[in-house]
């Protein structure tokens, strides 16, 4: 099994869902650990059970708050090896004919704005250190076009590619950065979408050759090794962790097809 021990991570969008789990999942690896979100009181609440690890209110769109962020987070720590990228807003689901531009503006600015200001405030310290890992988060609804997701799916097709960009630039500093494509995965973000009826749990497991949901533990998992020295010639990469959704071009349900 490959070790975290003695690494140093920031995990922003840490207090819910698959970055408060991907937290959990470095610590028990071996890395010292922080988190950064909006959400004060997550924070607390995750800091707690991973017995009190430094946490930075941030929003990550704005530029001088992911700068100090990470420049805090990594004095807190001694360091910084590893940066994972999980804050990040839902669409709204509307069509675009119909949508307004400040709401598709702020995903824009949260998901693709703040994995970059994250990105480059890490870069600061991992370049000149000629070391270090980051995991930025896209997701299916990227390569995949949904209706109703004018700003989520380009944030997160954009983070694919600013993933390759940033490798080039990185990798000759030894320096790798990666990202994960989630396919549907159980956390308040998705509840929150089932709740208002947005998405169809059932016809989304019909649809995925696993036939369910992903859990947060196997996002995090294929996040820790990205992260990990086990993935140490990988870069550039986007690793869909999506139960077969990106695979699959049938027709209809996996099972009927
Ligand atoms: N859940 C899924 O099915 C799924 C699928 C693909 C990709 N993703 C991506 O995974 C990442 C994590 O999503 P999740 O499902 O864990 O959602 P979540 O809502 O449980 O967690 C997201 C966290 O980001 C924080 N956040 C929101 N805006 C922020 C900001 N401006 N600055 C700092 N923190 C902010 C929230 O407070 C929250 O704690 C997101 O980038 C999301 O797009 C999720």
Not at 25 to 45: E, F, H, N, Q, W
Not at 87 to 106: I, N, T
Request: aromatic content about 6%.
């Amino acid at each position: 099994m490959f070790t975290l021990e003695g690494r140093k991570a920031l995990v922003t969008g840490g207090a819910s869902g698959i970055g408060s789990t991907t937290a959990g999942i470095l610590r028990d690896l071996g890395a010292d650990v922080a988190l950064a979100d909006v959400d004060t009181d997550g924070l607390a609440v995750r800091s707690a059970e991973l017995g009190n690890c430094p946490t930075f209110a941030c929003d990550v769109s704005d530029e001088q708050q992911a700068e100090t962020t990470v420049q805090a987070a990594a004095e807190a720590l001694g360091g910084l090896d590893i940066a994972v990228n999980s804050a990040g807003l839902v669409d709204e689901v509307k069509y675009a004919l119909e949508r307004d531009m400040a709401p598709w503006q702020r995903i824009i600015d949260v998901n693709l704005r703040g994995t970059l200001q994250i990105c480059r405030a890490a870069g600061r310290i991992m370049v000149p250190a000629g070391k270090g890992a980051i995991v930025n988060i896209a997701s299916v609804n990227g390569p995949g076009g949904w209706p109703r997701r004018t700003a989520y799916g380009p944030s997160k097709a954009a983070i694919v590619a600013l993933t390759k960009e940033l490798a080039c630039e990185w990798g000759p500093h030894g320096v790798r950065v990666n990202a994960v494509g989630p396919g549907y995965v159980a956390t308040p973000m998705i509840q929150g979408l089932i709740e208002d009826d947005k998405i169809d749990t059932e016809r989304l497991n019909n649809r995925t050759p696993l036939g369910r949901l992903a859990t947060t533990e196997e996002i995090g998992q294929a996040i820790a090794f990205l992260a990990s020295d086990w993935a140490s010639y990988i870069t550039g990469e986007t690793l869909f962790v999506d139960g077969g959704w990106m695979a699959y071009g049938g027709a209809g349900d996996v099972k009927t097809f």
